[in-house]
């Protein structure tokens, strides 16, 4: 029987780390998966908690065929190749009577020399004037040691709410409860990636927590007829140390949100986190395989640059820009459900290096991120997109408002007497066009909005799979990018067609020639239309770039 997949994903850095996550099923890293995620949060506004559910539900309503069956189905050797079941959970610290620490210790029953000792017990651990007044609606701001009790709270909260029933259970609760049931029923055959960082706040916290507080939310559920043994169940994490930074807090903001994460802080909190996790028991009972991740110190992109004010502590305005170490954690889990052994007893941690060129330049291929043996198959098949990204938003202007760049390219297709695809709903072509500007990049008003992958190579001092030019933040630039071109190794370009014209219109013409004689698509790459022309599509990219992984 195969593992059953899922995902946790938990705080800001973690959102962004399952963004990667998604991109990969998008590129077809996946095939013939269900991957069930969750994302958890104290901070439900949070800015990168939205986008990346806006964009599970956009590949979803990509993979979306019959409304009847929602997502769609798994399929392989194509684009959108997993199917992603969502589910979102997050402590509600929004009520006033919730606000803080403070007002969820407080207990009525107590007389007041019990409740006086309460508070002075209480003082020992958090500091009476900060931490236990600060507003955990934006998460636990680095104070891990009050955080994990808290998302412990909350998680078991929760699962005594779904086990009462009435009025009181939450959405959100509702969906945890569903989460936890469908892990408890595949208990015996489950992998369970969790992303988050180890020097911040929220998944700080919870990364040590989750295994356990999962358990106790089962036993609570199910009145202790779990199958949730953590012996058997196989737990994996990031263990994401520091590679941002961001302006110190003005004094003033100190003053009023009482406390607030300080930069300067995380690489202390990042050794005395690694100190932690290679010492704890209960971690190493609980996980199998830790992944330890870090980045220069020297190469710190400082996600203060675009705001002016306040340090954002939550919220919407939380929606930091993408890294290439999210990628190297959704690797990560990629290695962890592909192992084929995880049956060892204490947590095992890995790490890789990568080559760094001249002038100590890194140089990233696709073995820095999945090693040797794989690691083409991940050049082509995020190469795979990008080419279809470039050709629908390049060659036939889909970066720009108001051009639907998939339609563009049915019509051209049509005009080469390739019309199977001609009945495609508008709306569902533009939801491709859509998910390819995420990808990569759109422009408006003149000005380049960079998608995912051109953020991730807009973090990297050096070389990166793809040329300089396919993934330039200049839109002249792009709006000329020849799909069939965008490797550093030009083993990769697309062949061209005999005839007259420039190379990028012959490297078309062979590419549409590829698709309309060779790639016809499988059944395994679907059934419906929509599966059928992006099967068709993915066939003829790879054959074009005459891919490894056929």
């Avoid at 406390?259 to 986190?273: C, G, H, R």
């Avoid at 330039?472 to 030009?490: C, H, M």
């Avoid at 590829?514 to 419906?528: C, F, H, I, R």
């Amino acid at each position: 029987m195969d593992d059953k997949l899922f995902i946790i994903a938990i705080g800001g850095t973690g959102m962004r780390c399952l963004e990667s996550f998604v991109h990969l099923c998008a590129a077809g890293m996946f095939d013939n998966k269900t991957i069930d995620i969750l994302t958890l949060d104290t901070d439900q506004a949070n800015g990168n908690k939205g986008r990346v559910e806006g964009l599970i539900d956009l590949y979803n309503n990509i993979k979306t065929s019959d409304q009847n069956n929602p997502g769609g189905n798994s399929t392989a050797d194509s684009f959108f190749t997993a199917k992603l079941n969502l589910y979102r959970f997050y402590t509600d610290y929004s009520d006033d009577s919730r606000g803080n620490f403070k007002l969820l210790a407080q207990t009525n029953s107590l007389t007041p020399a019990q409740r006086e000792d309460d508070e002075d017990l209480s003082a020992l651990f958090f500091d009476k004037n900060s931490v236990q007044e600060f507003n955990l609606a934006h998460g636990y701001r680095a104070q891990t040691h009050l955080g994990s009790m808290l998302m412990y709270h909350g998680i078991l909260e929760s699962a005594i709410r779904s086990k009462k029933g009435g009025d009181k259970v939450k959405p959100q609760d509702k969906e945890l409860k569903e989460f936890l049931q469908l892990l408890n029923r595949n208990a015996a055959n489950a992998r369970v990636f969790v992303f988050g960082s180890v020097f911040g706040g929220t998944g700080a916290s919870s990364i040590p927590v989750i295994p356990v507080a999962l358990g106790d939310a089962l036993k609570v559920i199910t009145s202790g007829d779990n199958e949730l043994n953590l012996n058997k169940v196989k737990f994996g994490s990031t263990l994401l140390t520091d590679y941002f930074t961001f302006d110190t807090p003005a004094d003033s903001q100190k003053k009023n949100a009482k406390v607030i994460a300080d930069a300067n802080n995380f690489a202390l909190n990042s050794q005395a986190a690694m100190s932690f996790y290679n010492k704890d028991l209960t971690v190493h009972q609980s996980y199998k395989m830790l992944y330890h991740i870090g980045w220069p110190s020297s190469h710190k992109i400082n996600y203060s640059r675009n705001h002016t004010g306040d340090v954002i502590t939550g919220g919407k305005e939380q929606e930091n820009p993408c890294h290439v170490v999210e990628l190297m954690s959704a690797a990560a889990a990629y290695d962890f459900f592909t192992r084929k052994d995880l049956n060892q007893q204490r947590a095992e941690y890995v790490y890789r290096t990568v080559e760094m060129g001249e002038g100590g330049k890194l140089r990233l291929t696709g073995a820095s991120f999945i090693g040797d043996k794989e690691g083409p198959v991940l050049e082509e098949k995020l190469g795979s997109l990008l080419s279809l990204s470039h050709l629908i938003l390049s060659r036939y202007k889909g970066a720009l408002e108001g051009i639907d760049g998939t339609i563009e390219f049915i019509n051209d297709l049509k005009r080469r007497n390739v019309e199977a695809y001609a009945s495609l709903p508008d709306e569902q072509t533009r939801l491709l066009d859509t998910y390819l500007k995420e990808y990569a990049y759109s422009i408006r008003d003149g000005q380049l909005l960079p998608g995912w992958l051109h953020q991730v190579k807009s973090t990297i001092d050096g070389q990166f799979i793809f040329s300089d030019e396919a993934l330039s933040l200049d839109p002249a630039v792009l709006q000329n990018v020849d799909p069939g071109t965008i490797y550093n190794d030009e083993k990769y370009n697309w062949d061209v067609s005999f005839g007259f014209g420039s190379k990028v219109d012959r490297r078309i013409d062979k590419f549409i020639e590829v698709l309309k004689k060779d790639s016809a698509p499988t059944e395994q790459q679907g059934e419906s239309l929509k599966e059928k022309f992006l099967g068709n599509i993915y066939n003829a990219i790879v054959r074009t770039q005459k891919a490894s992984h056929l």
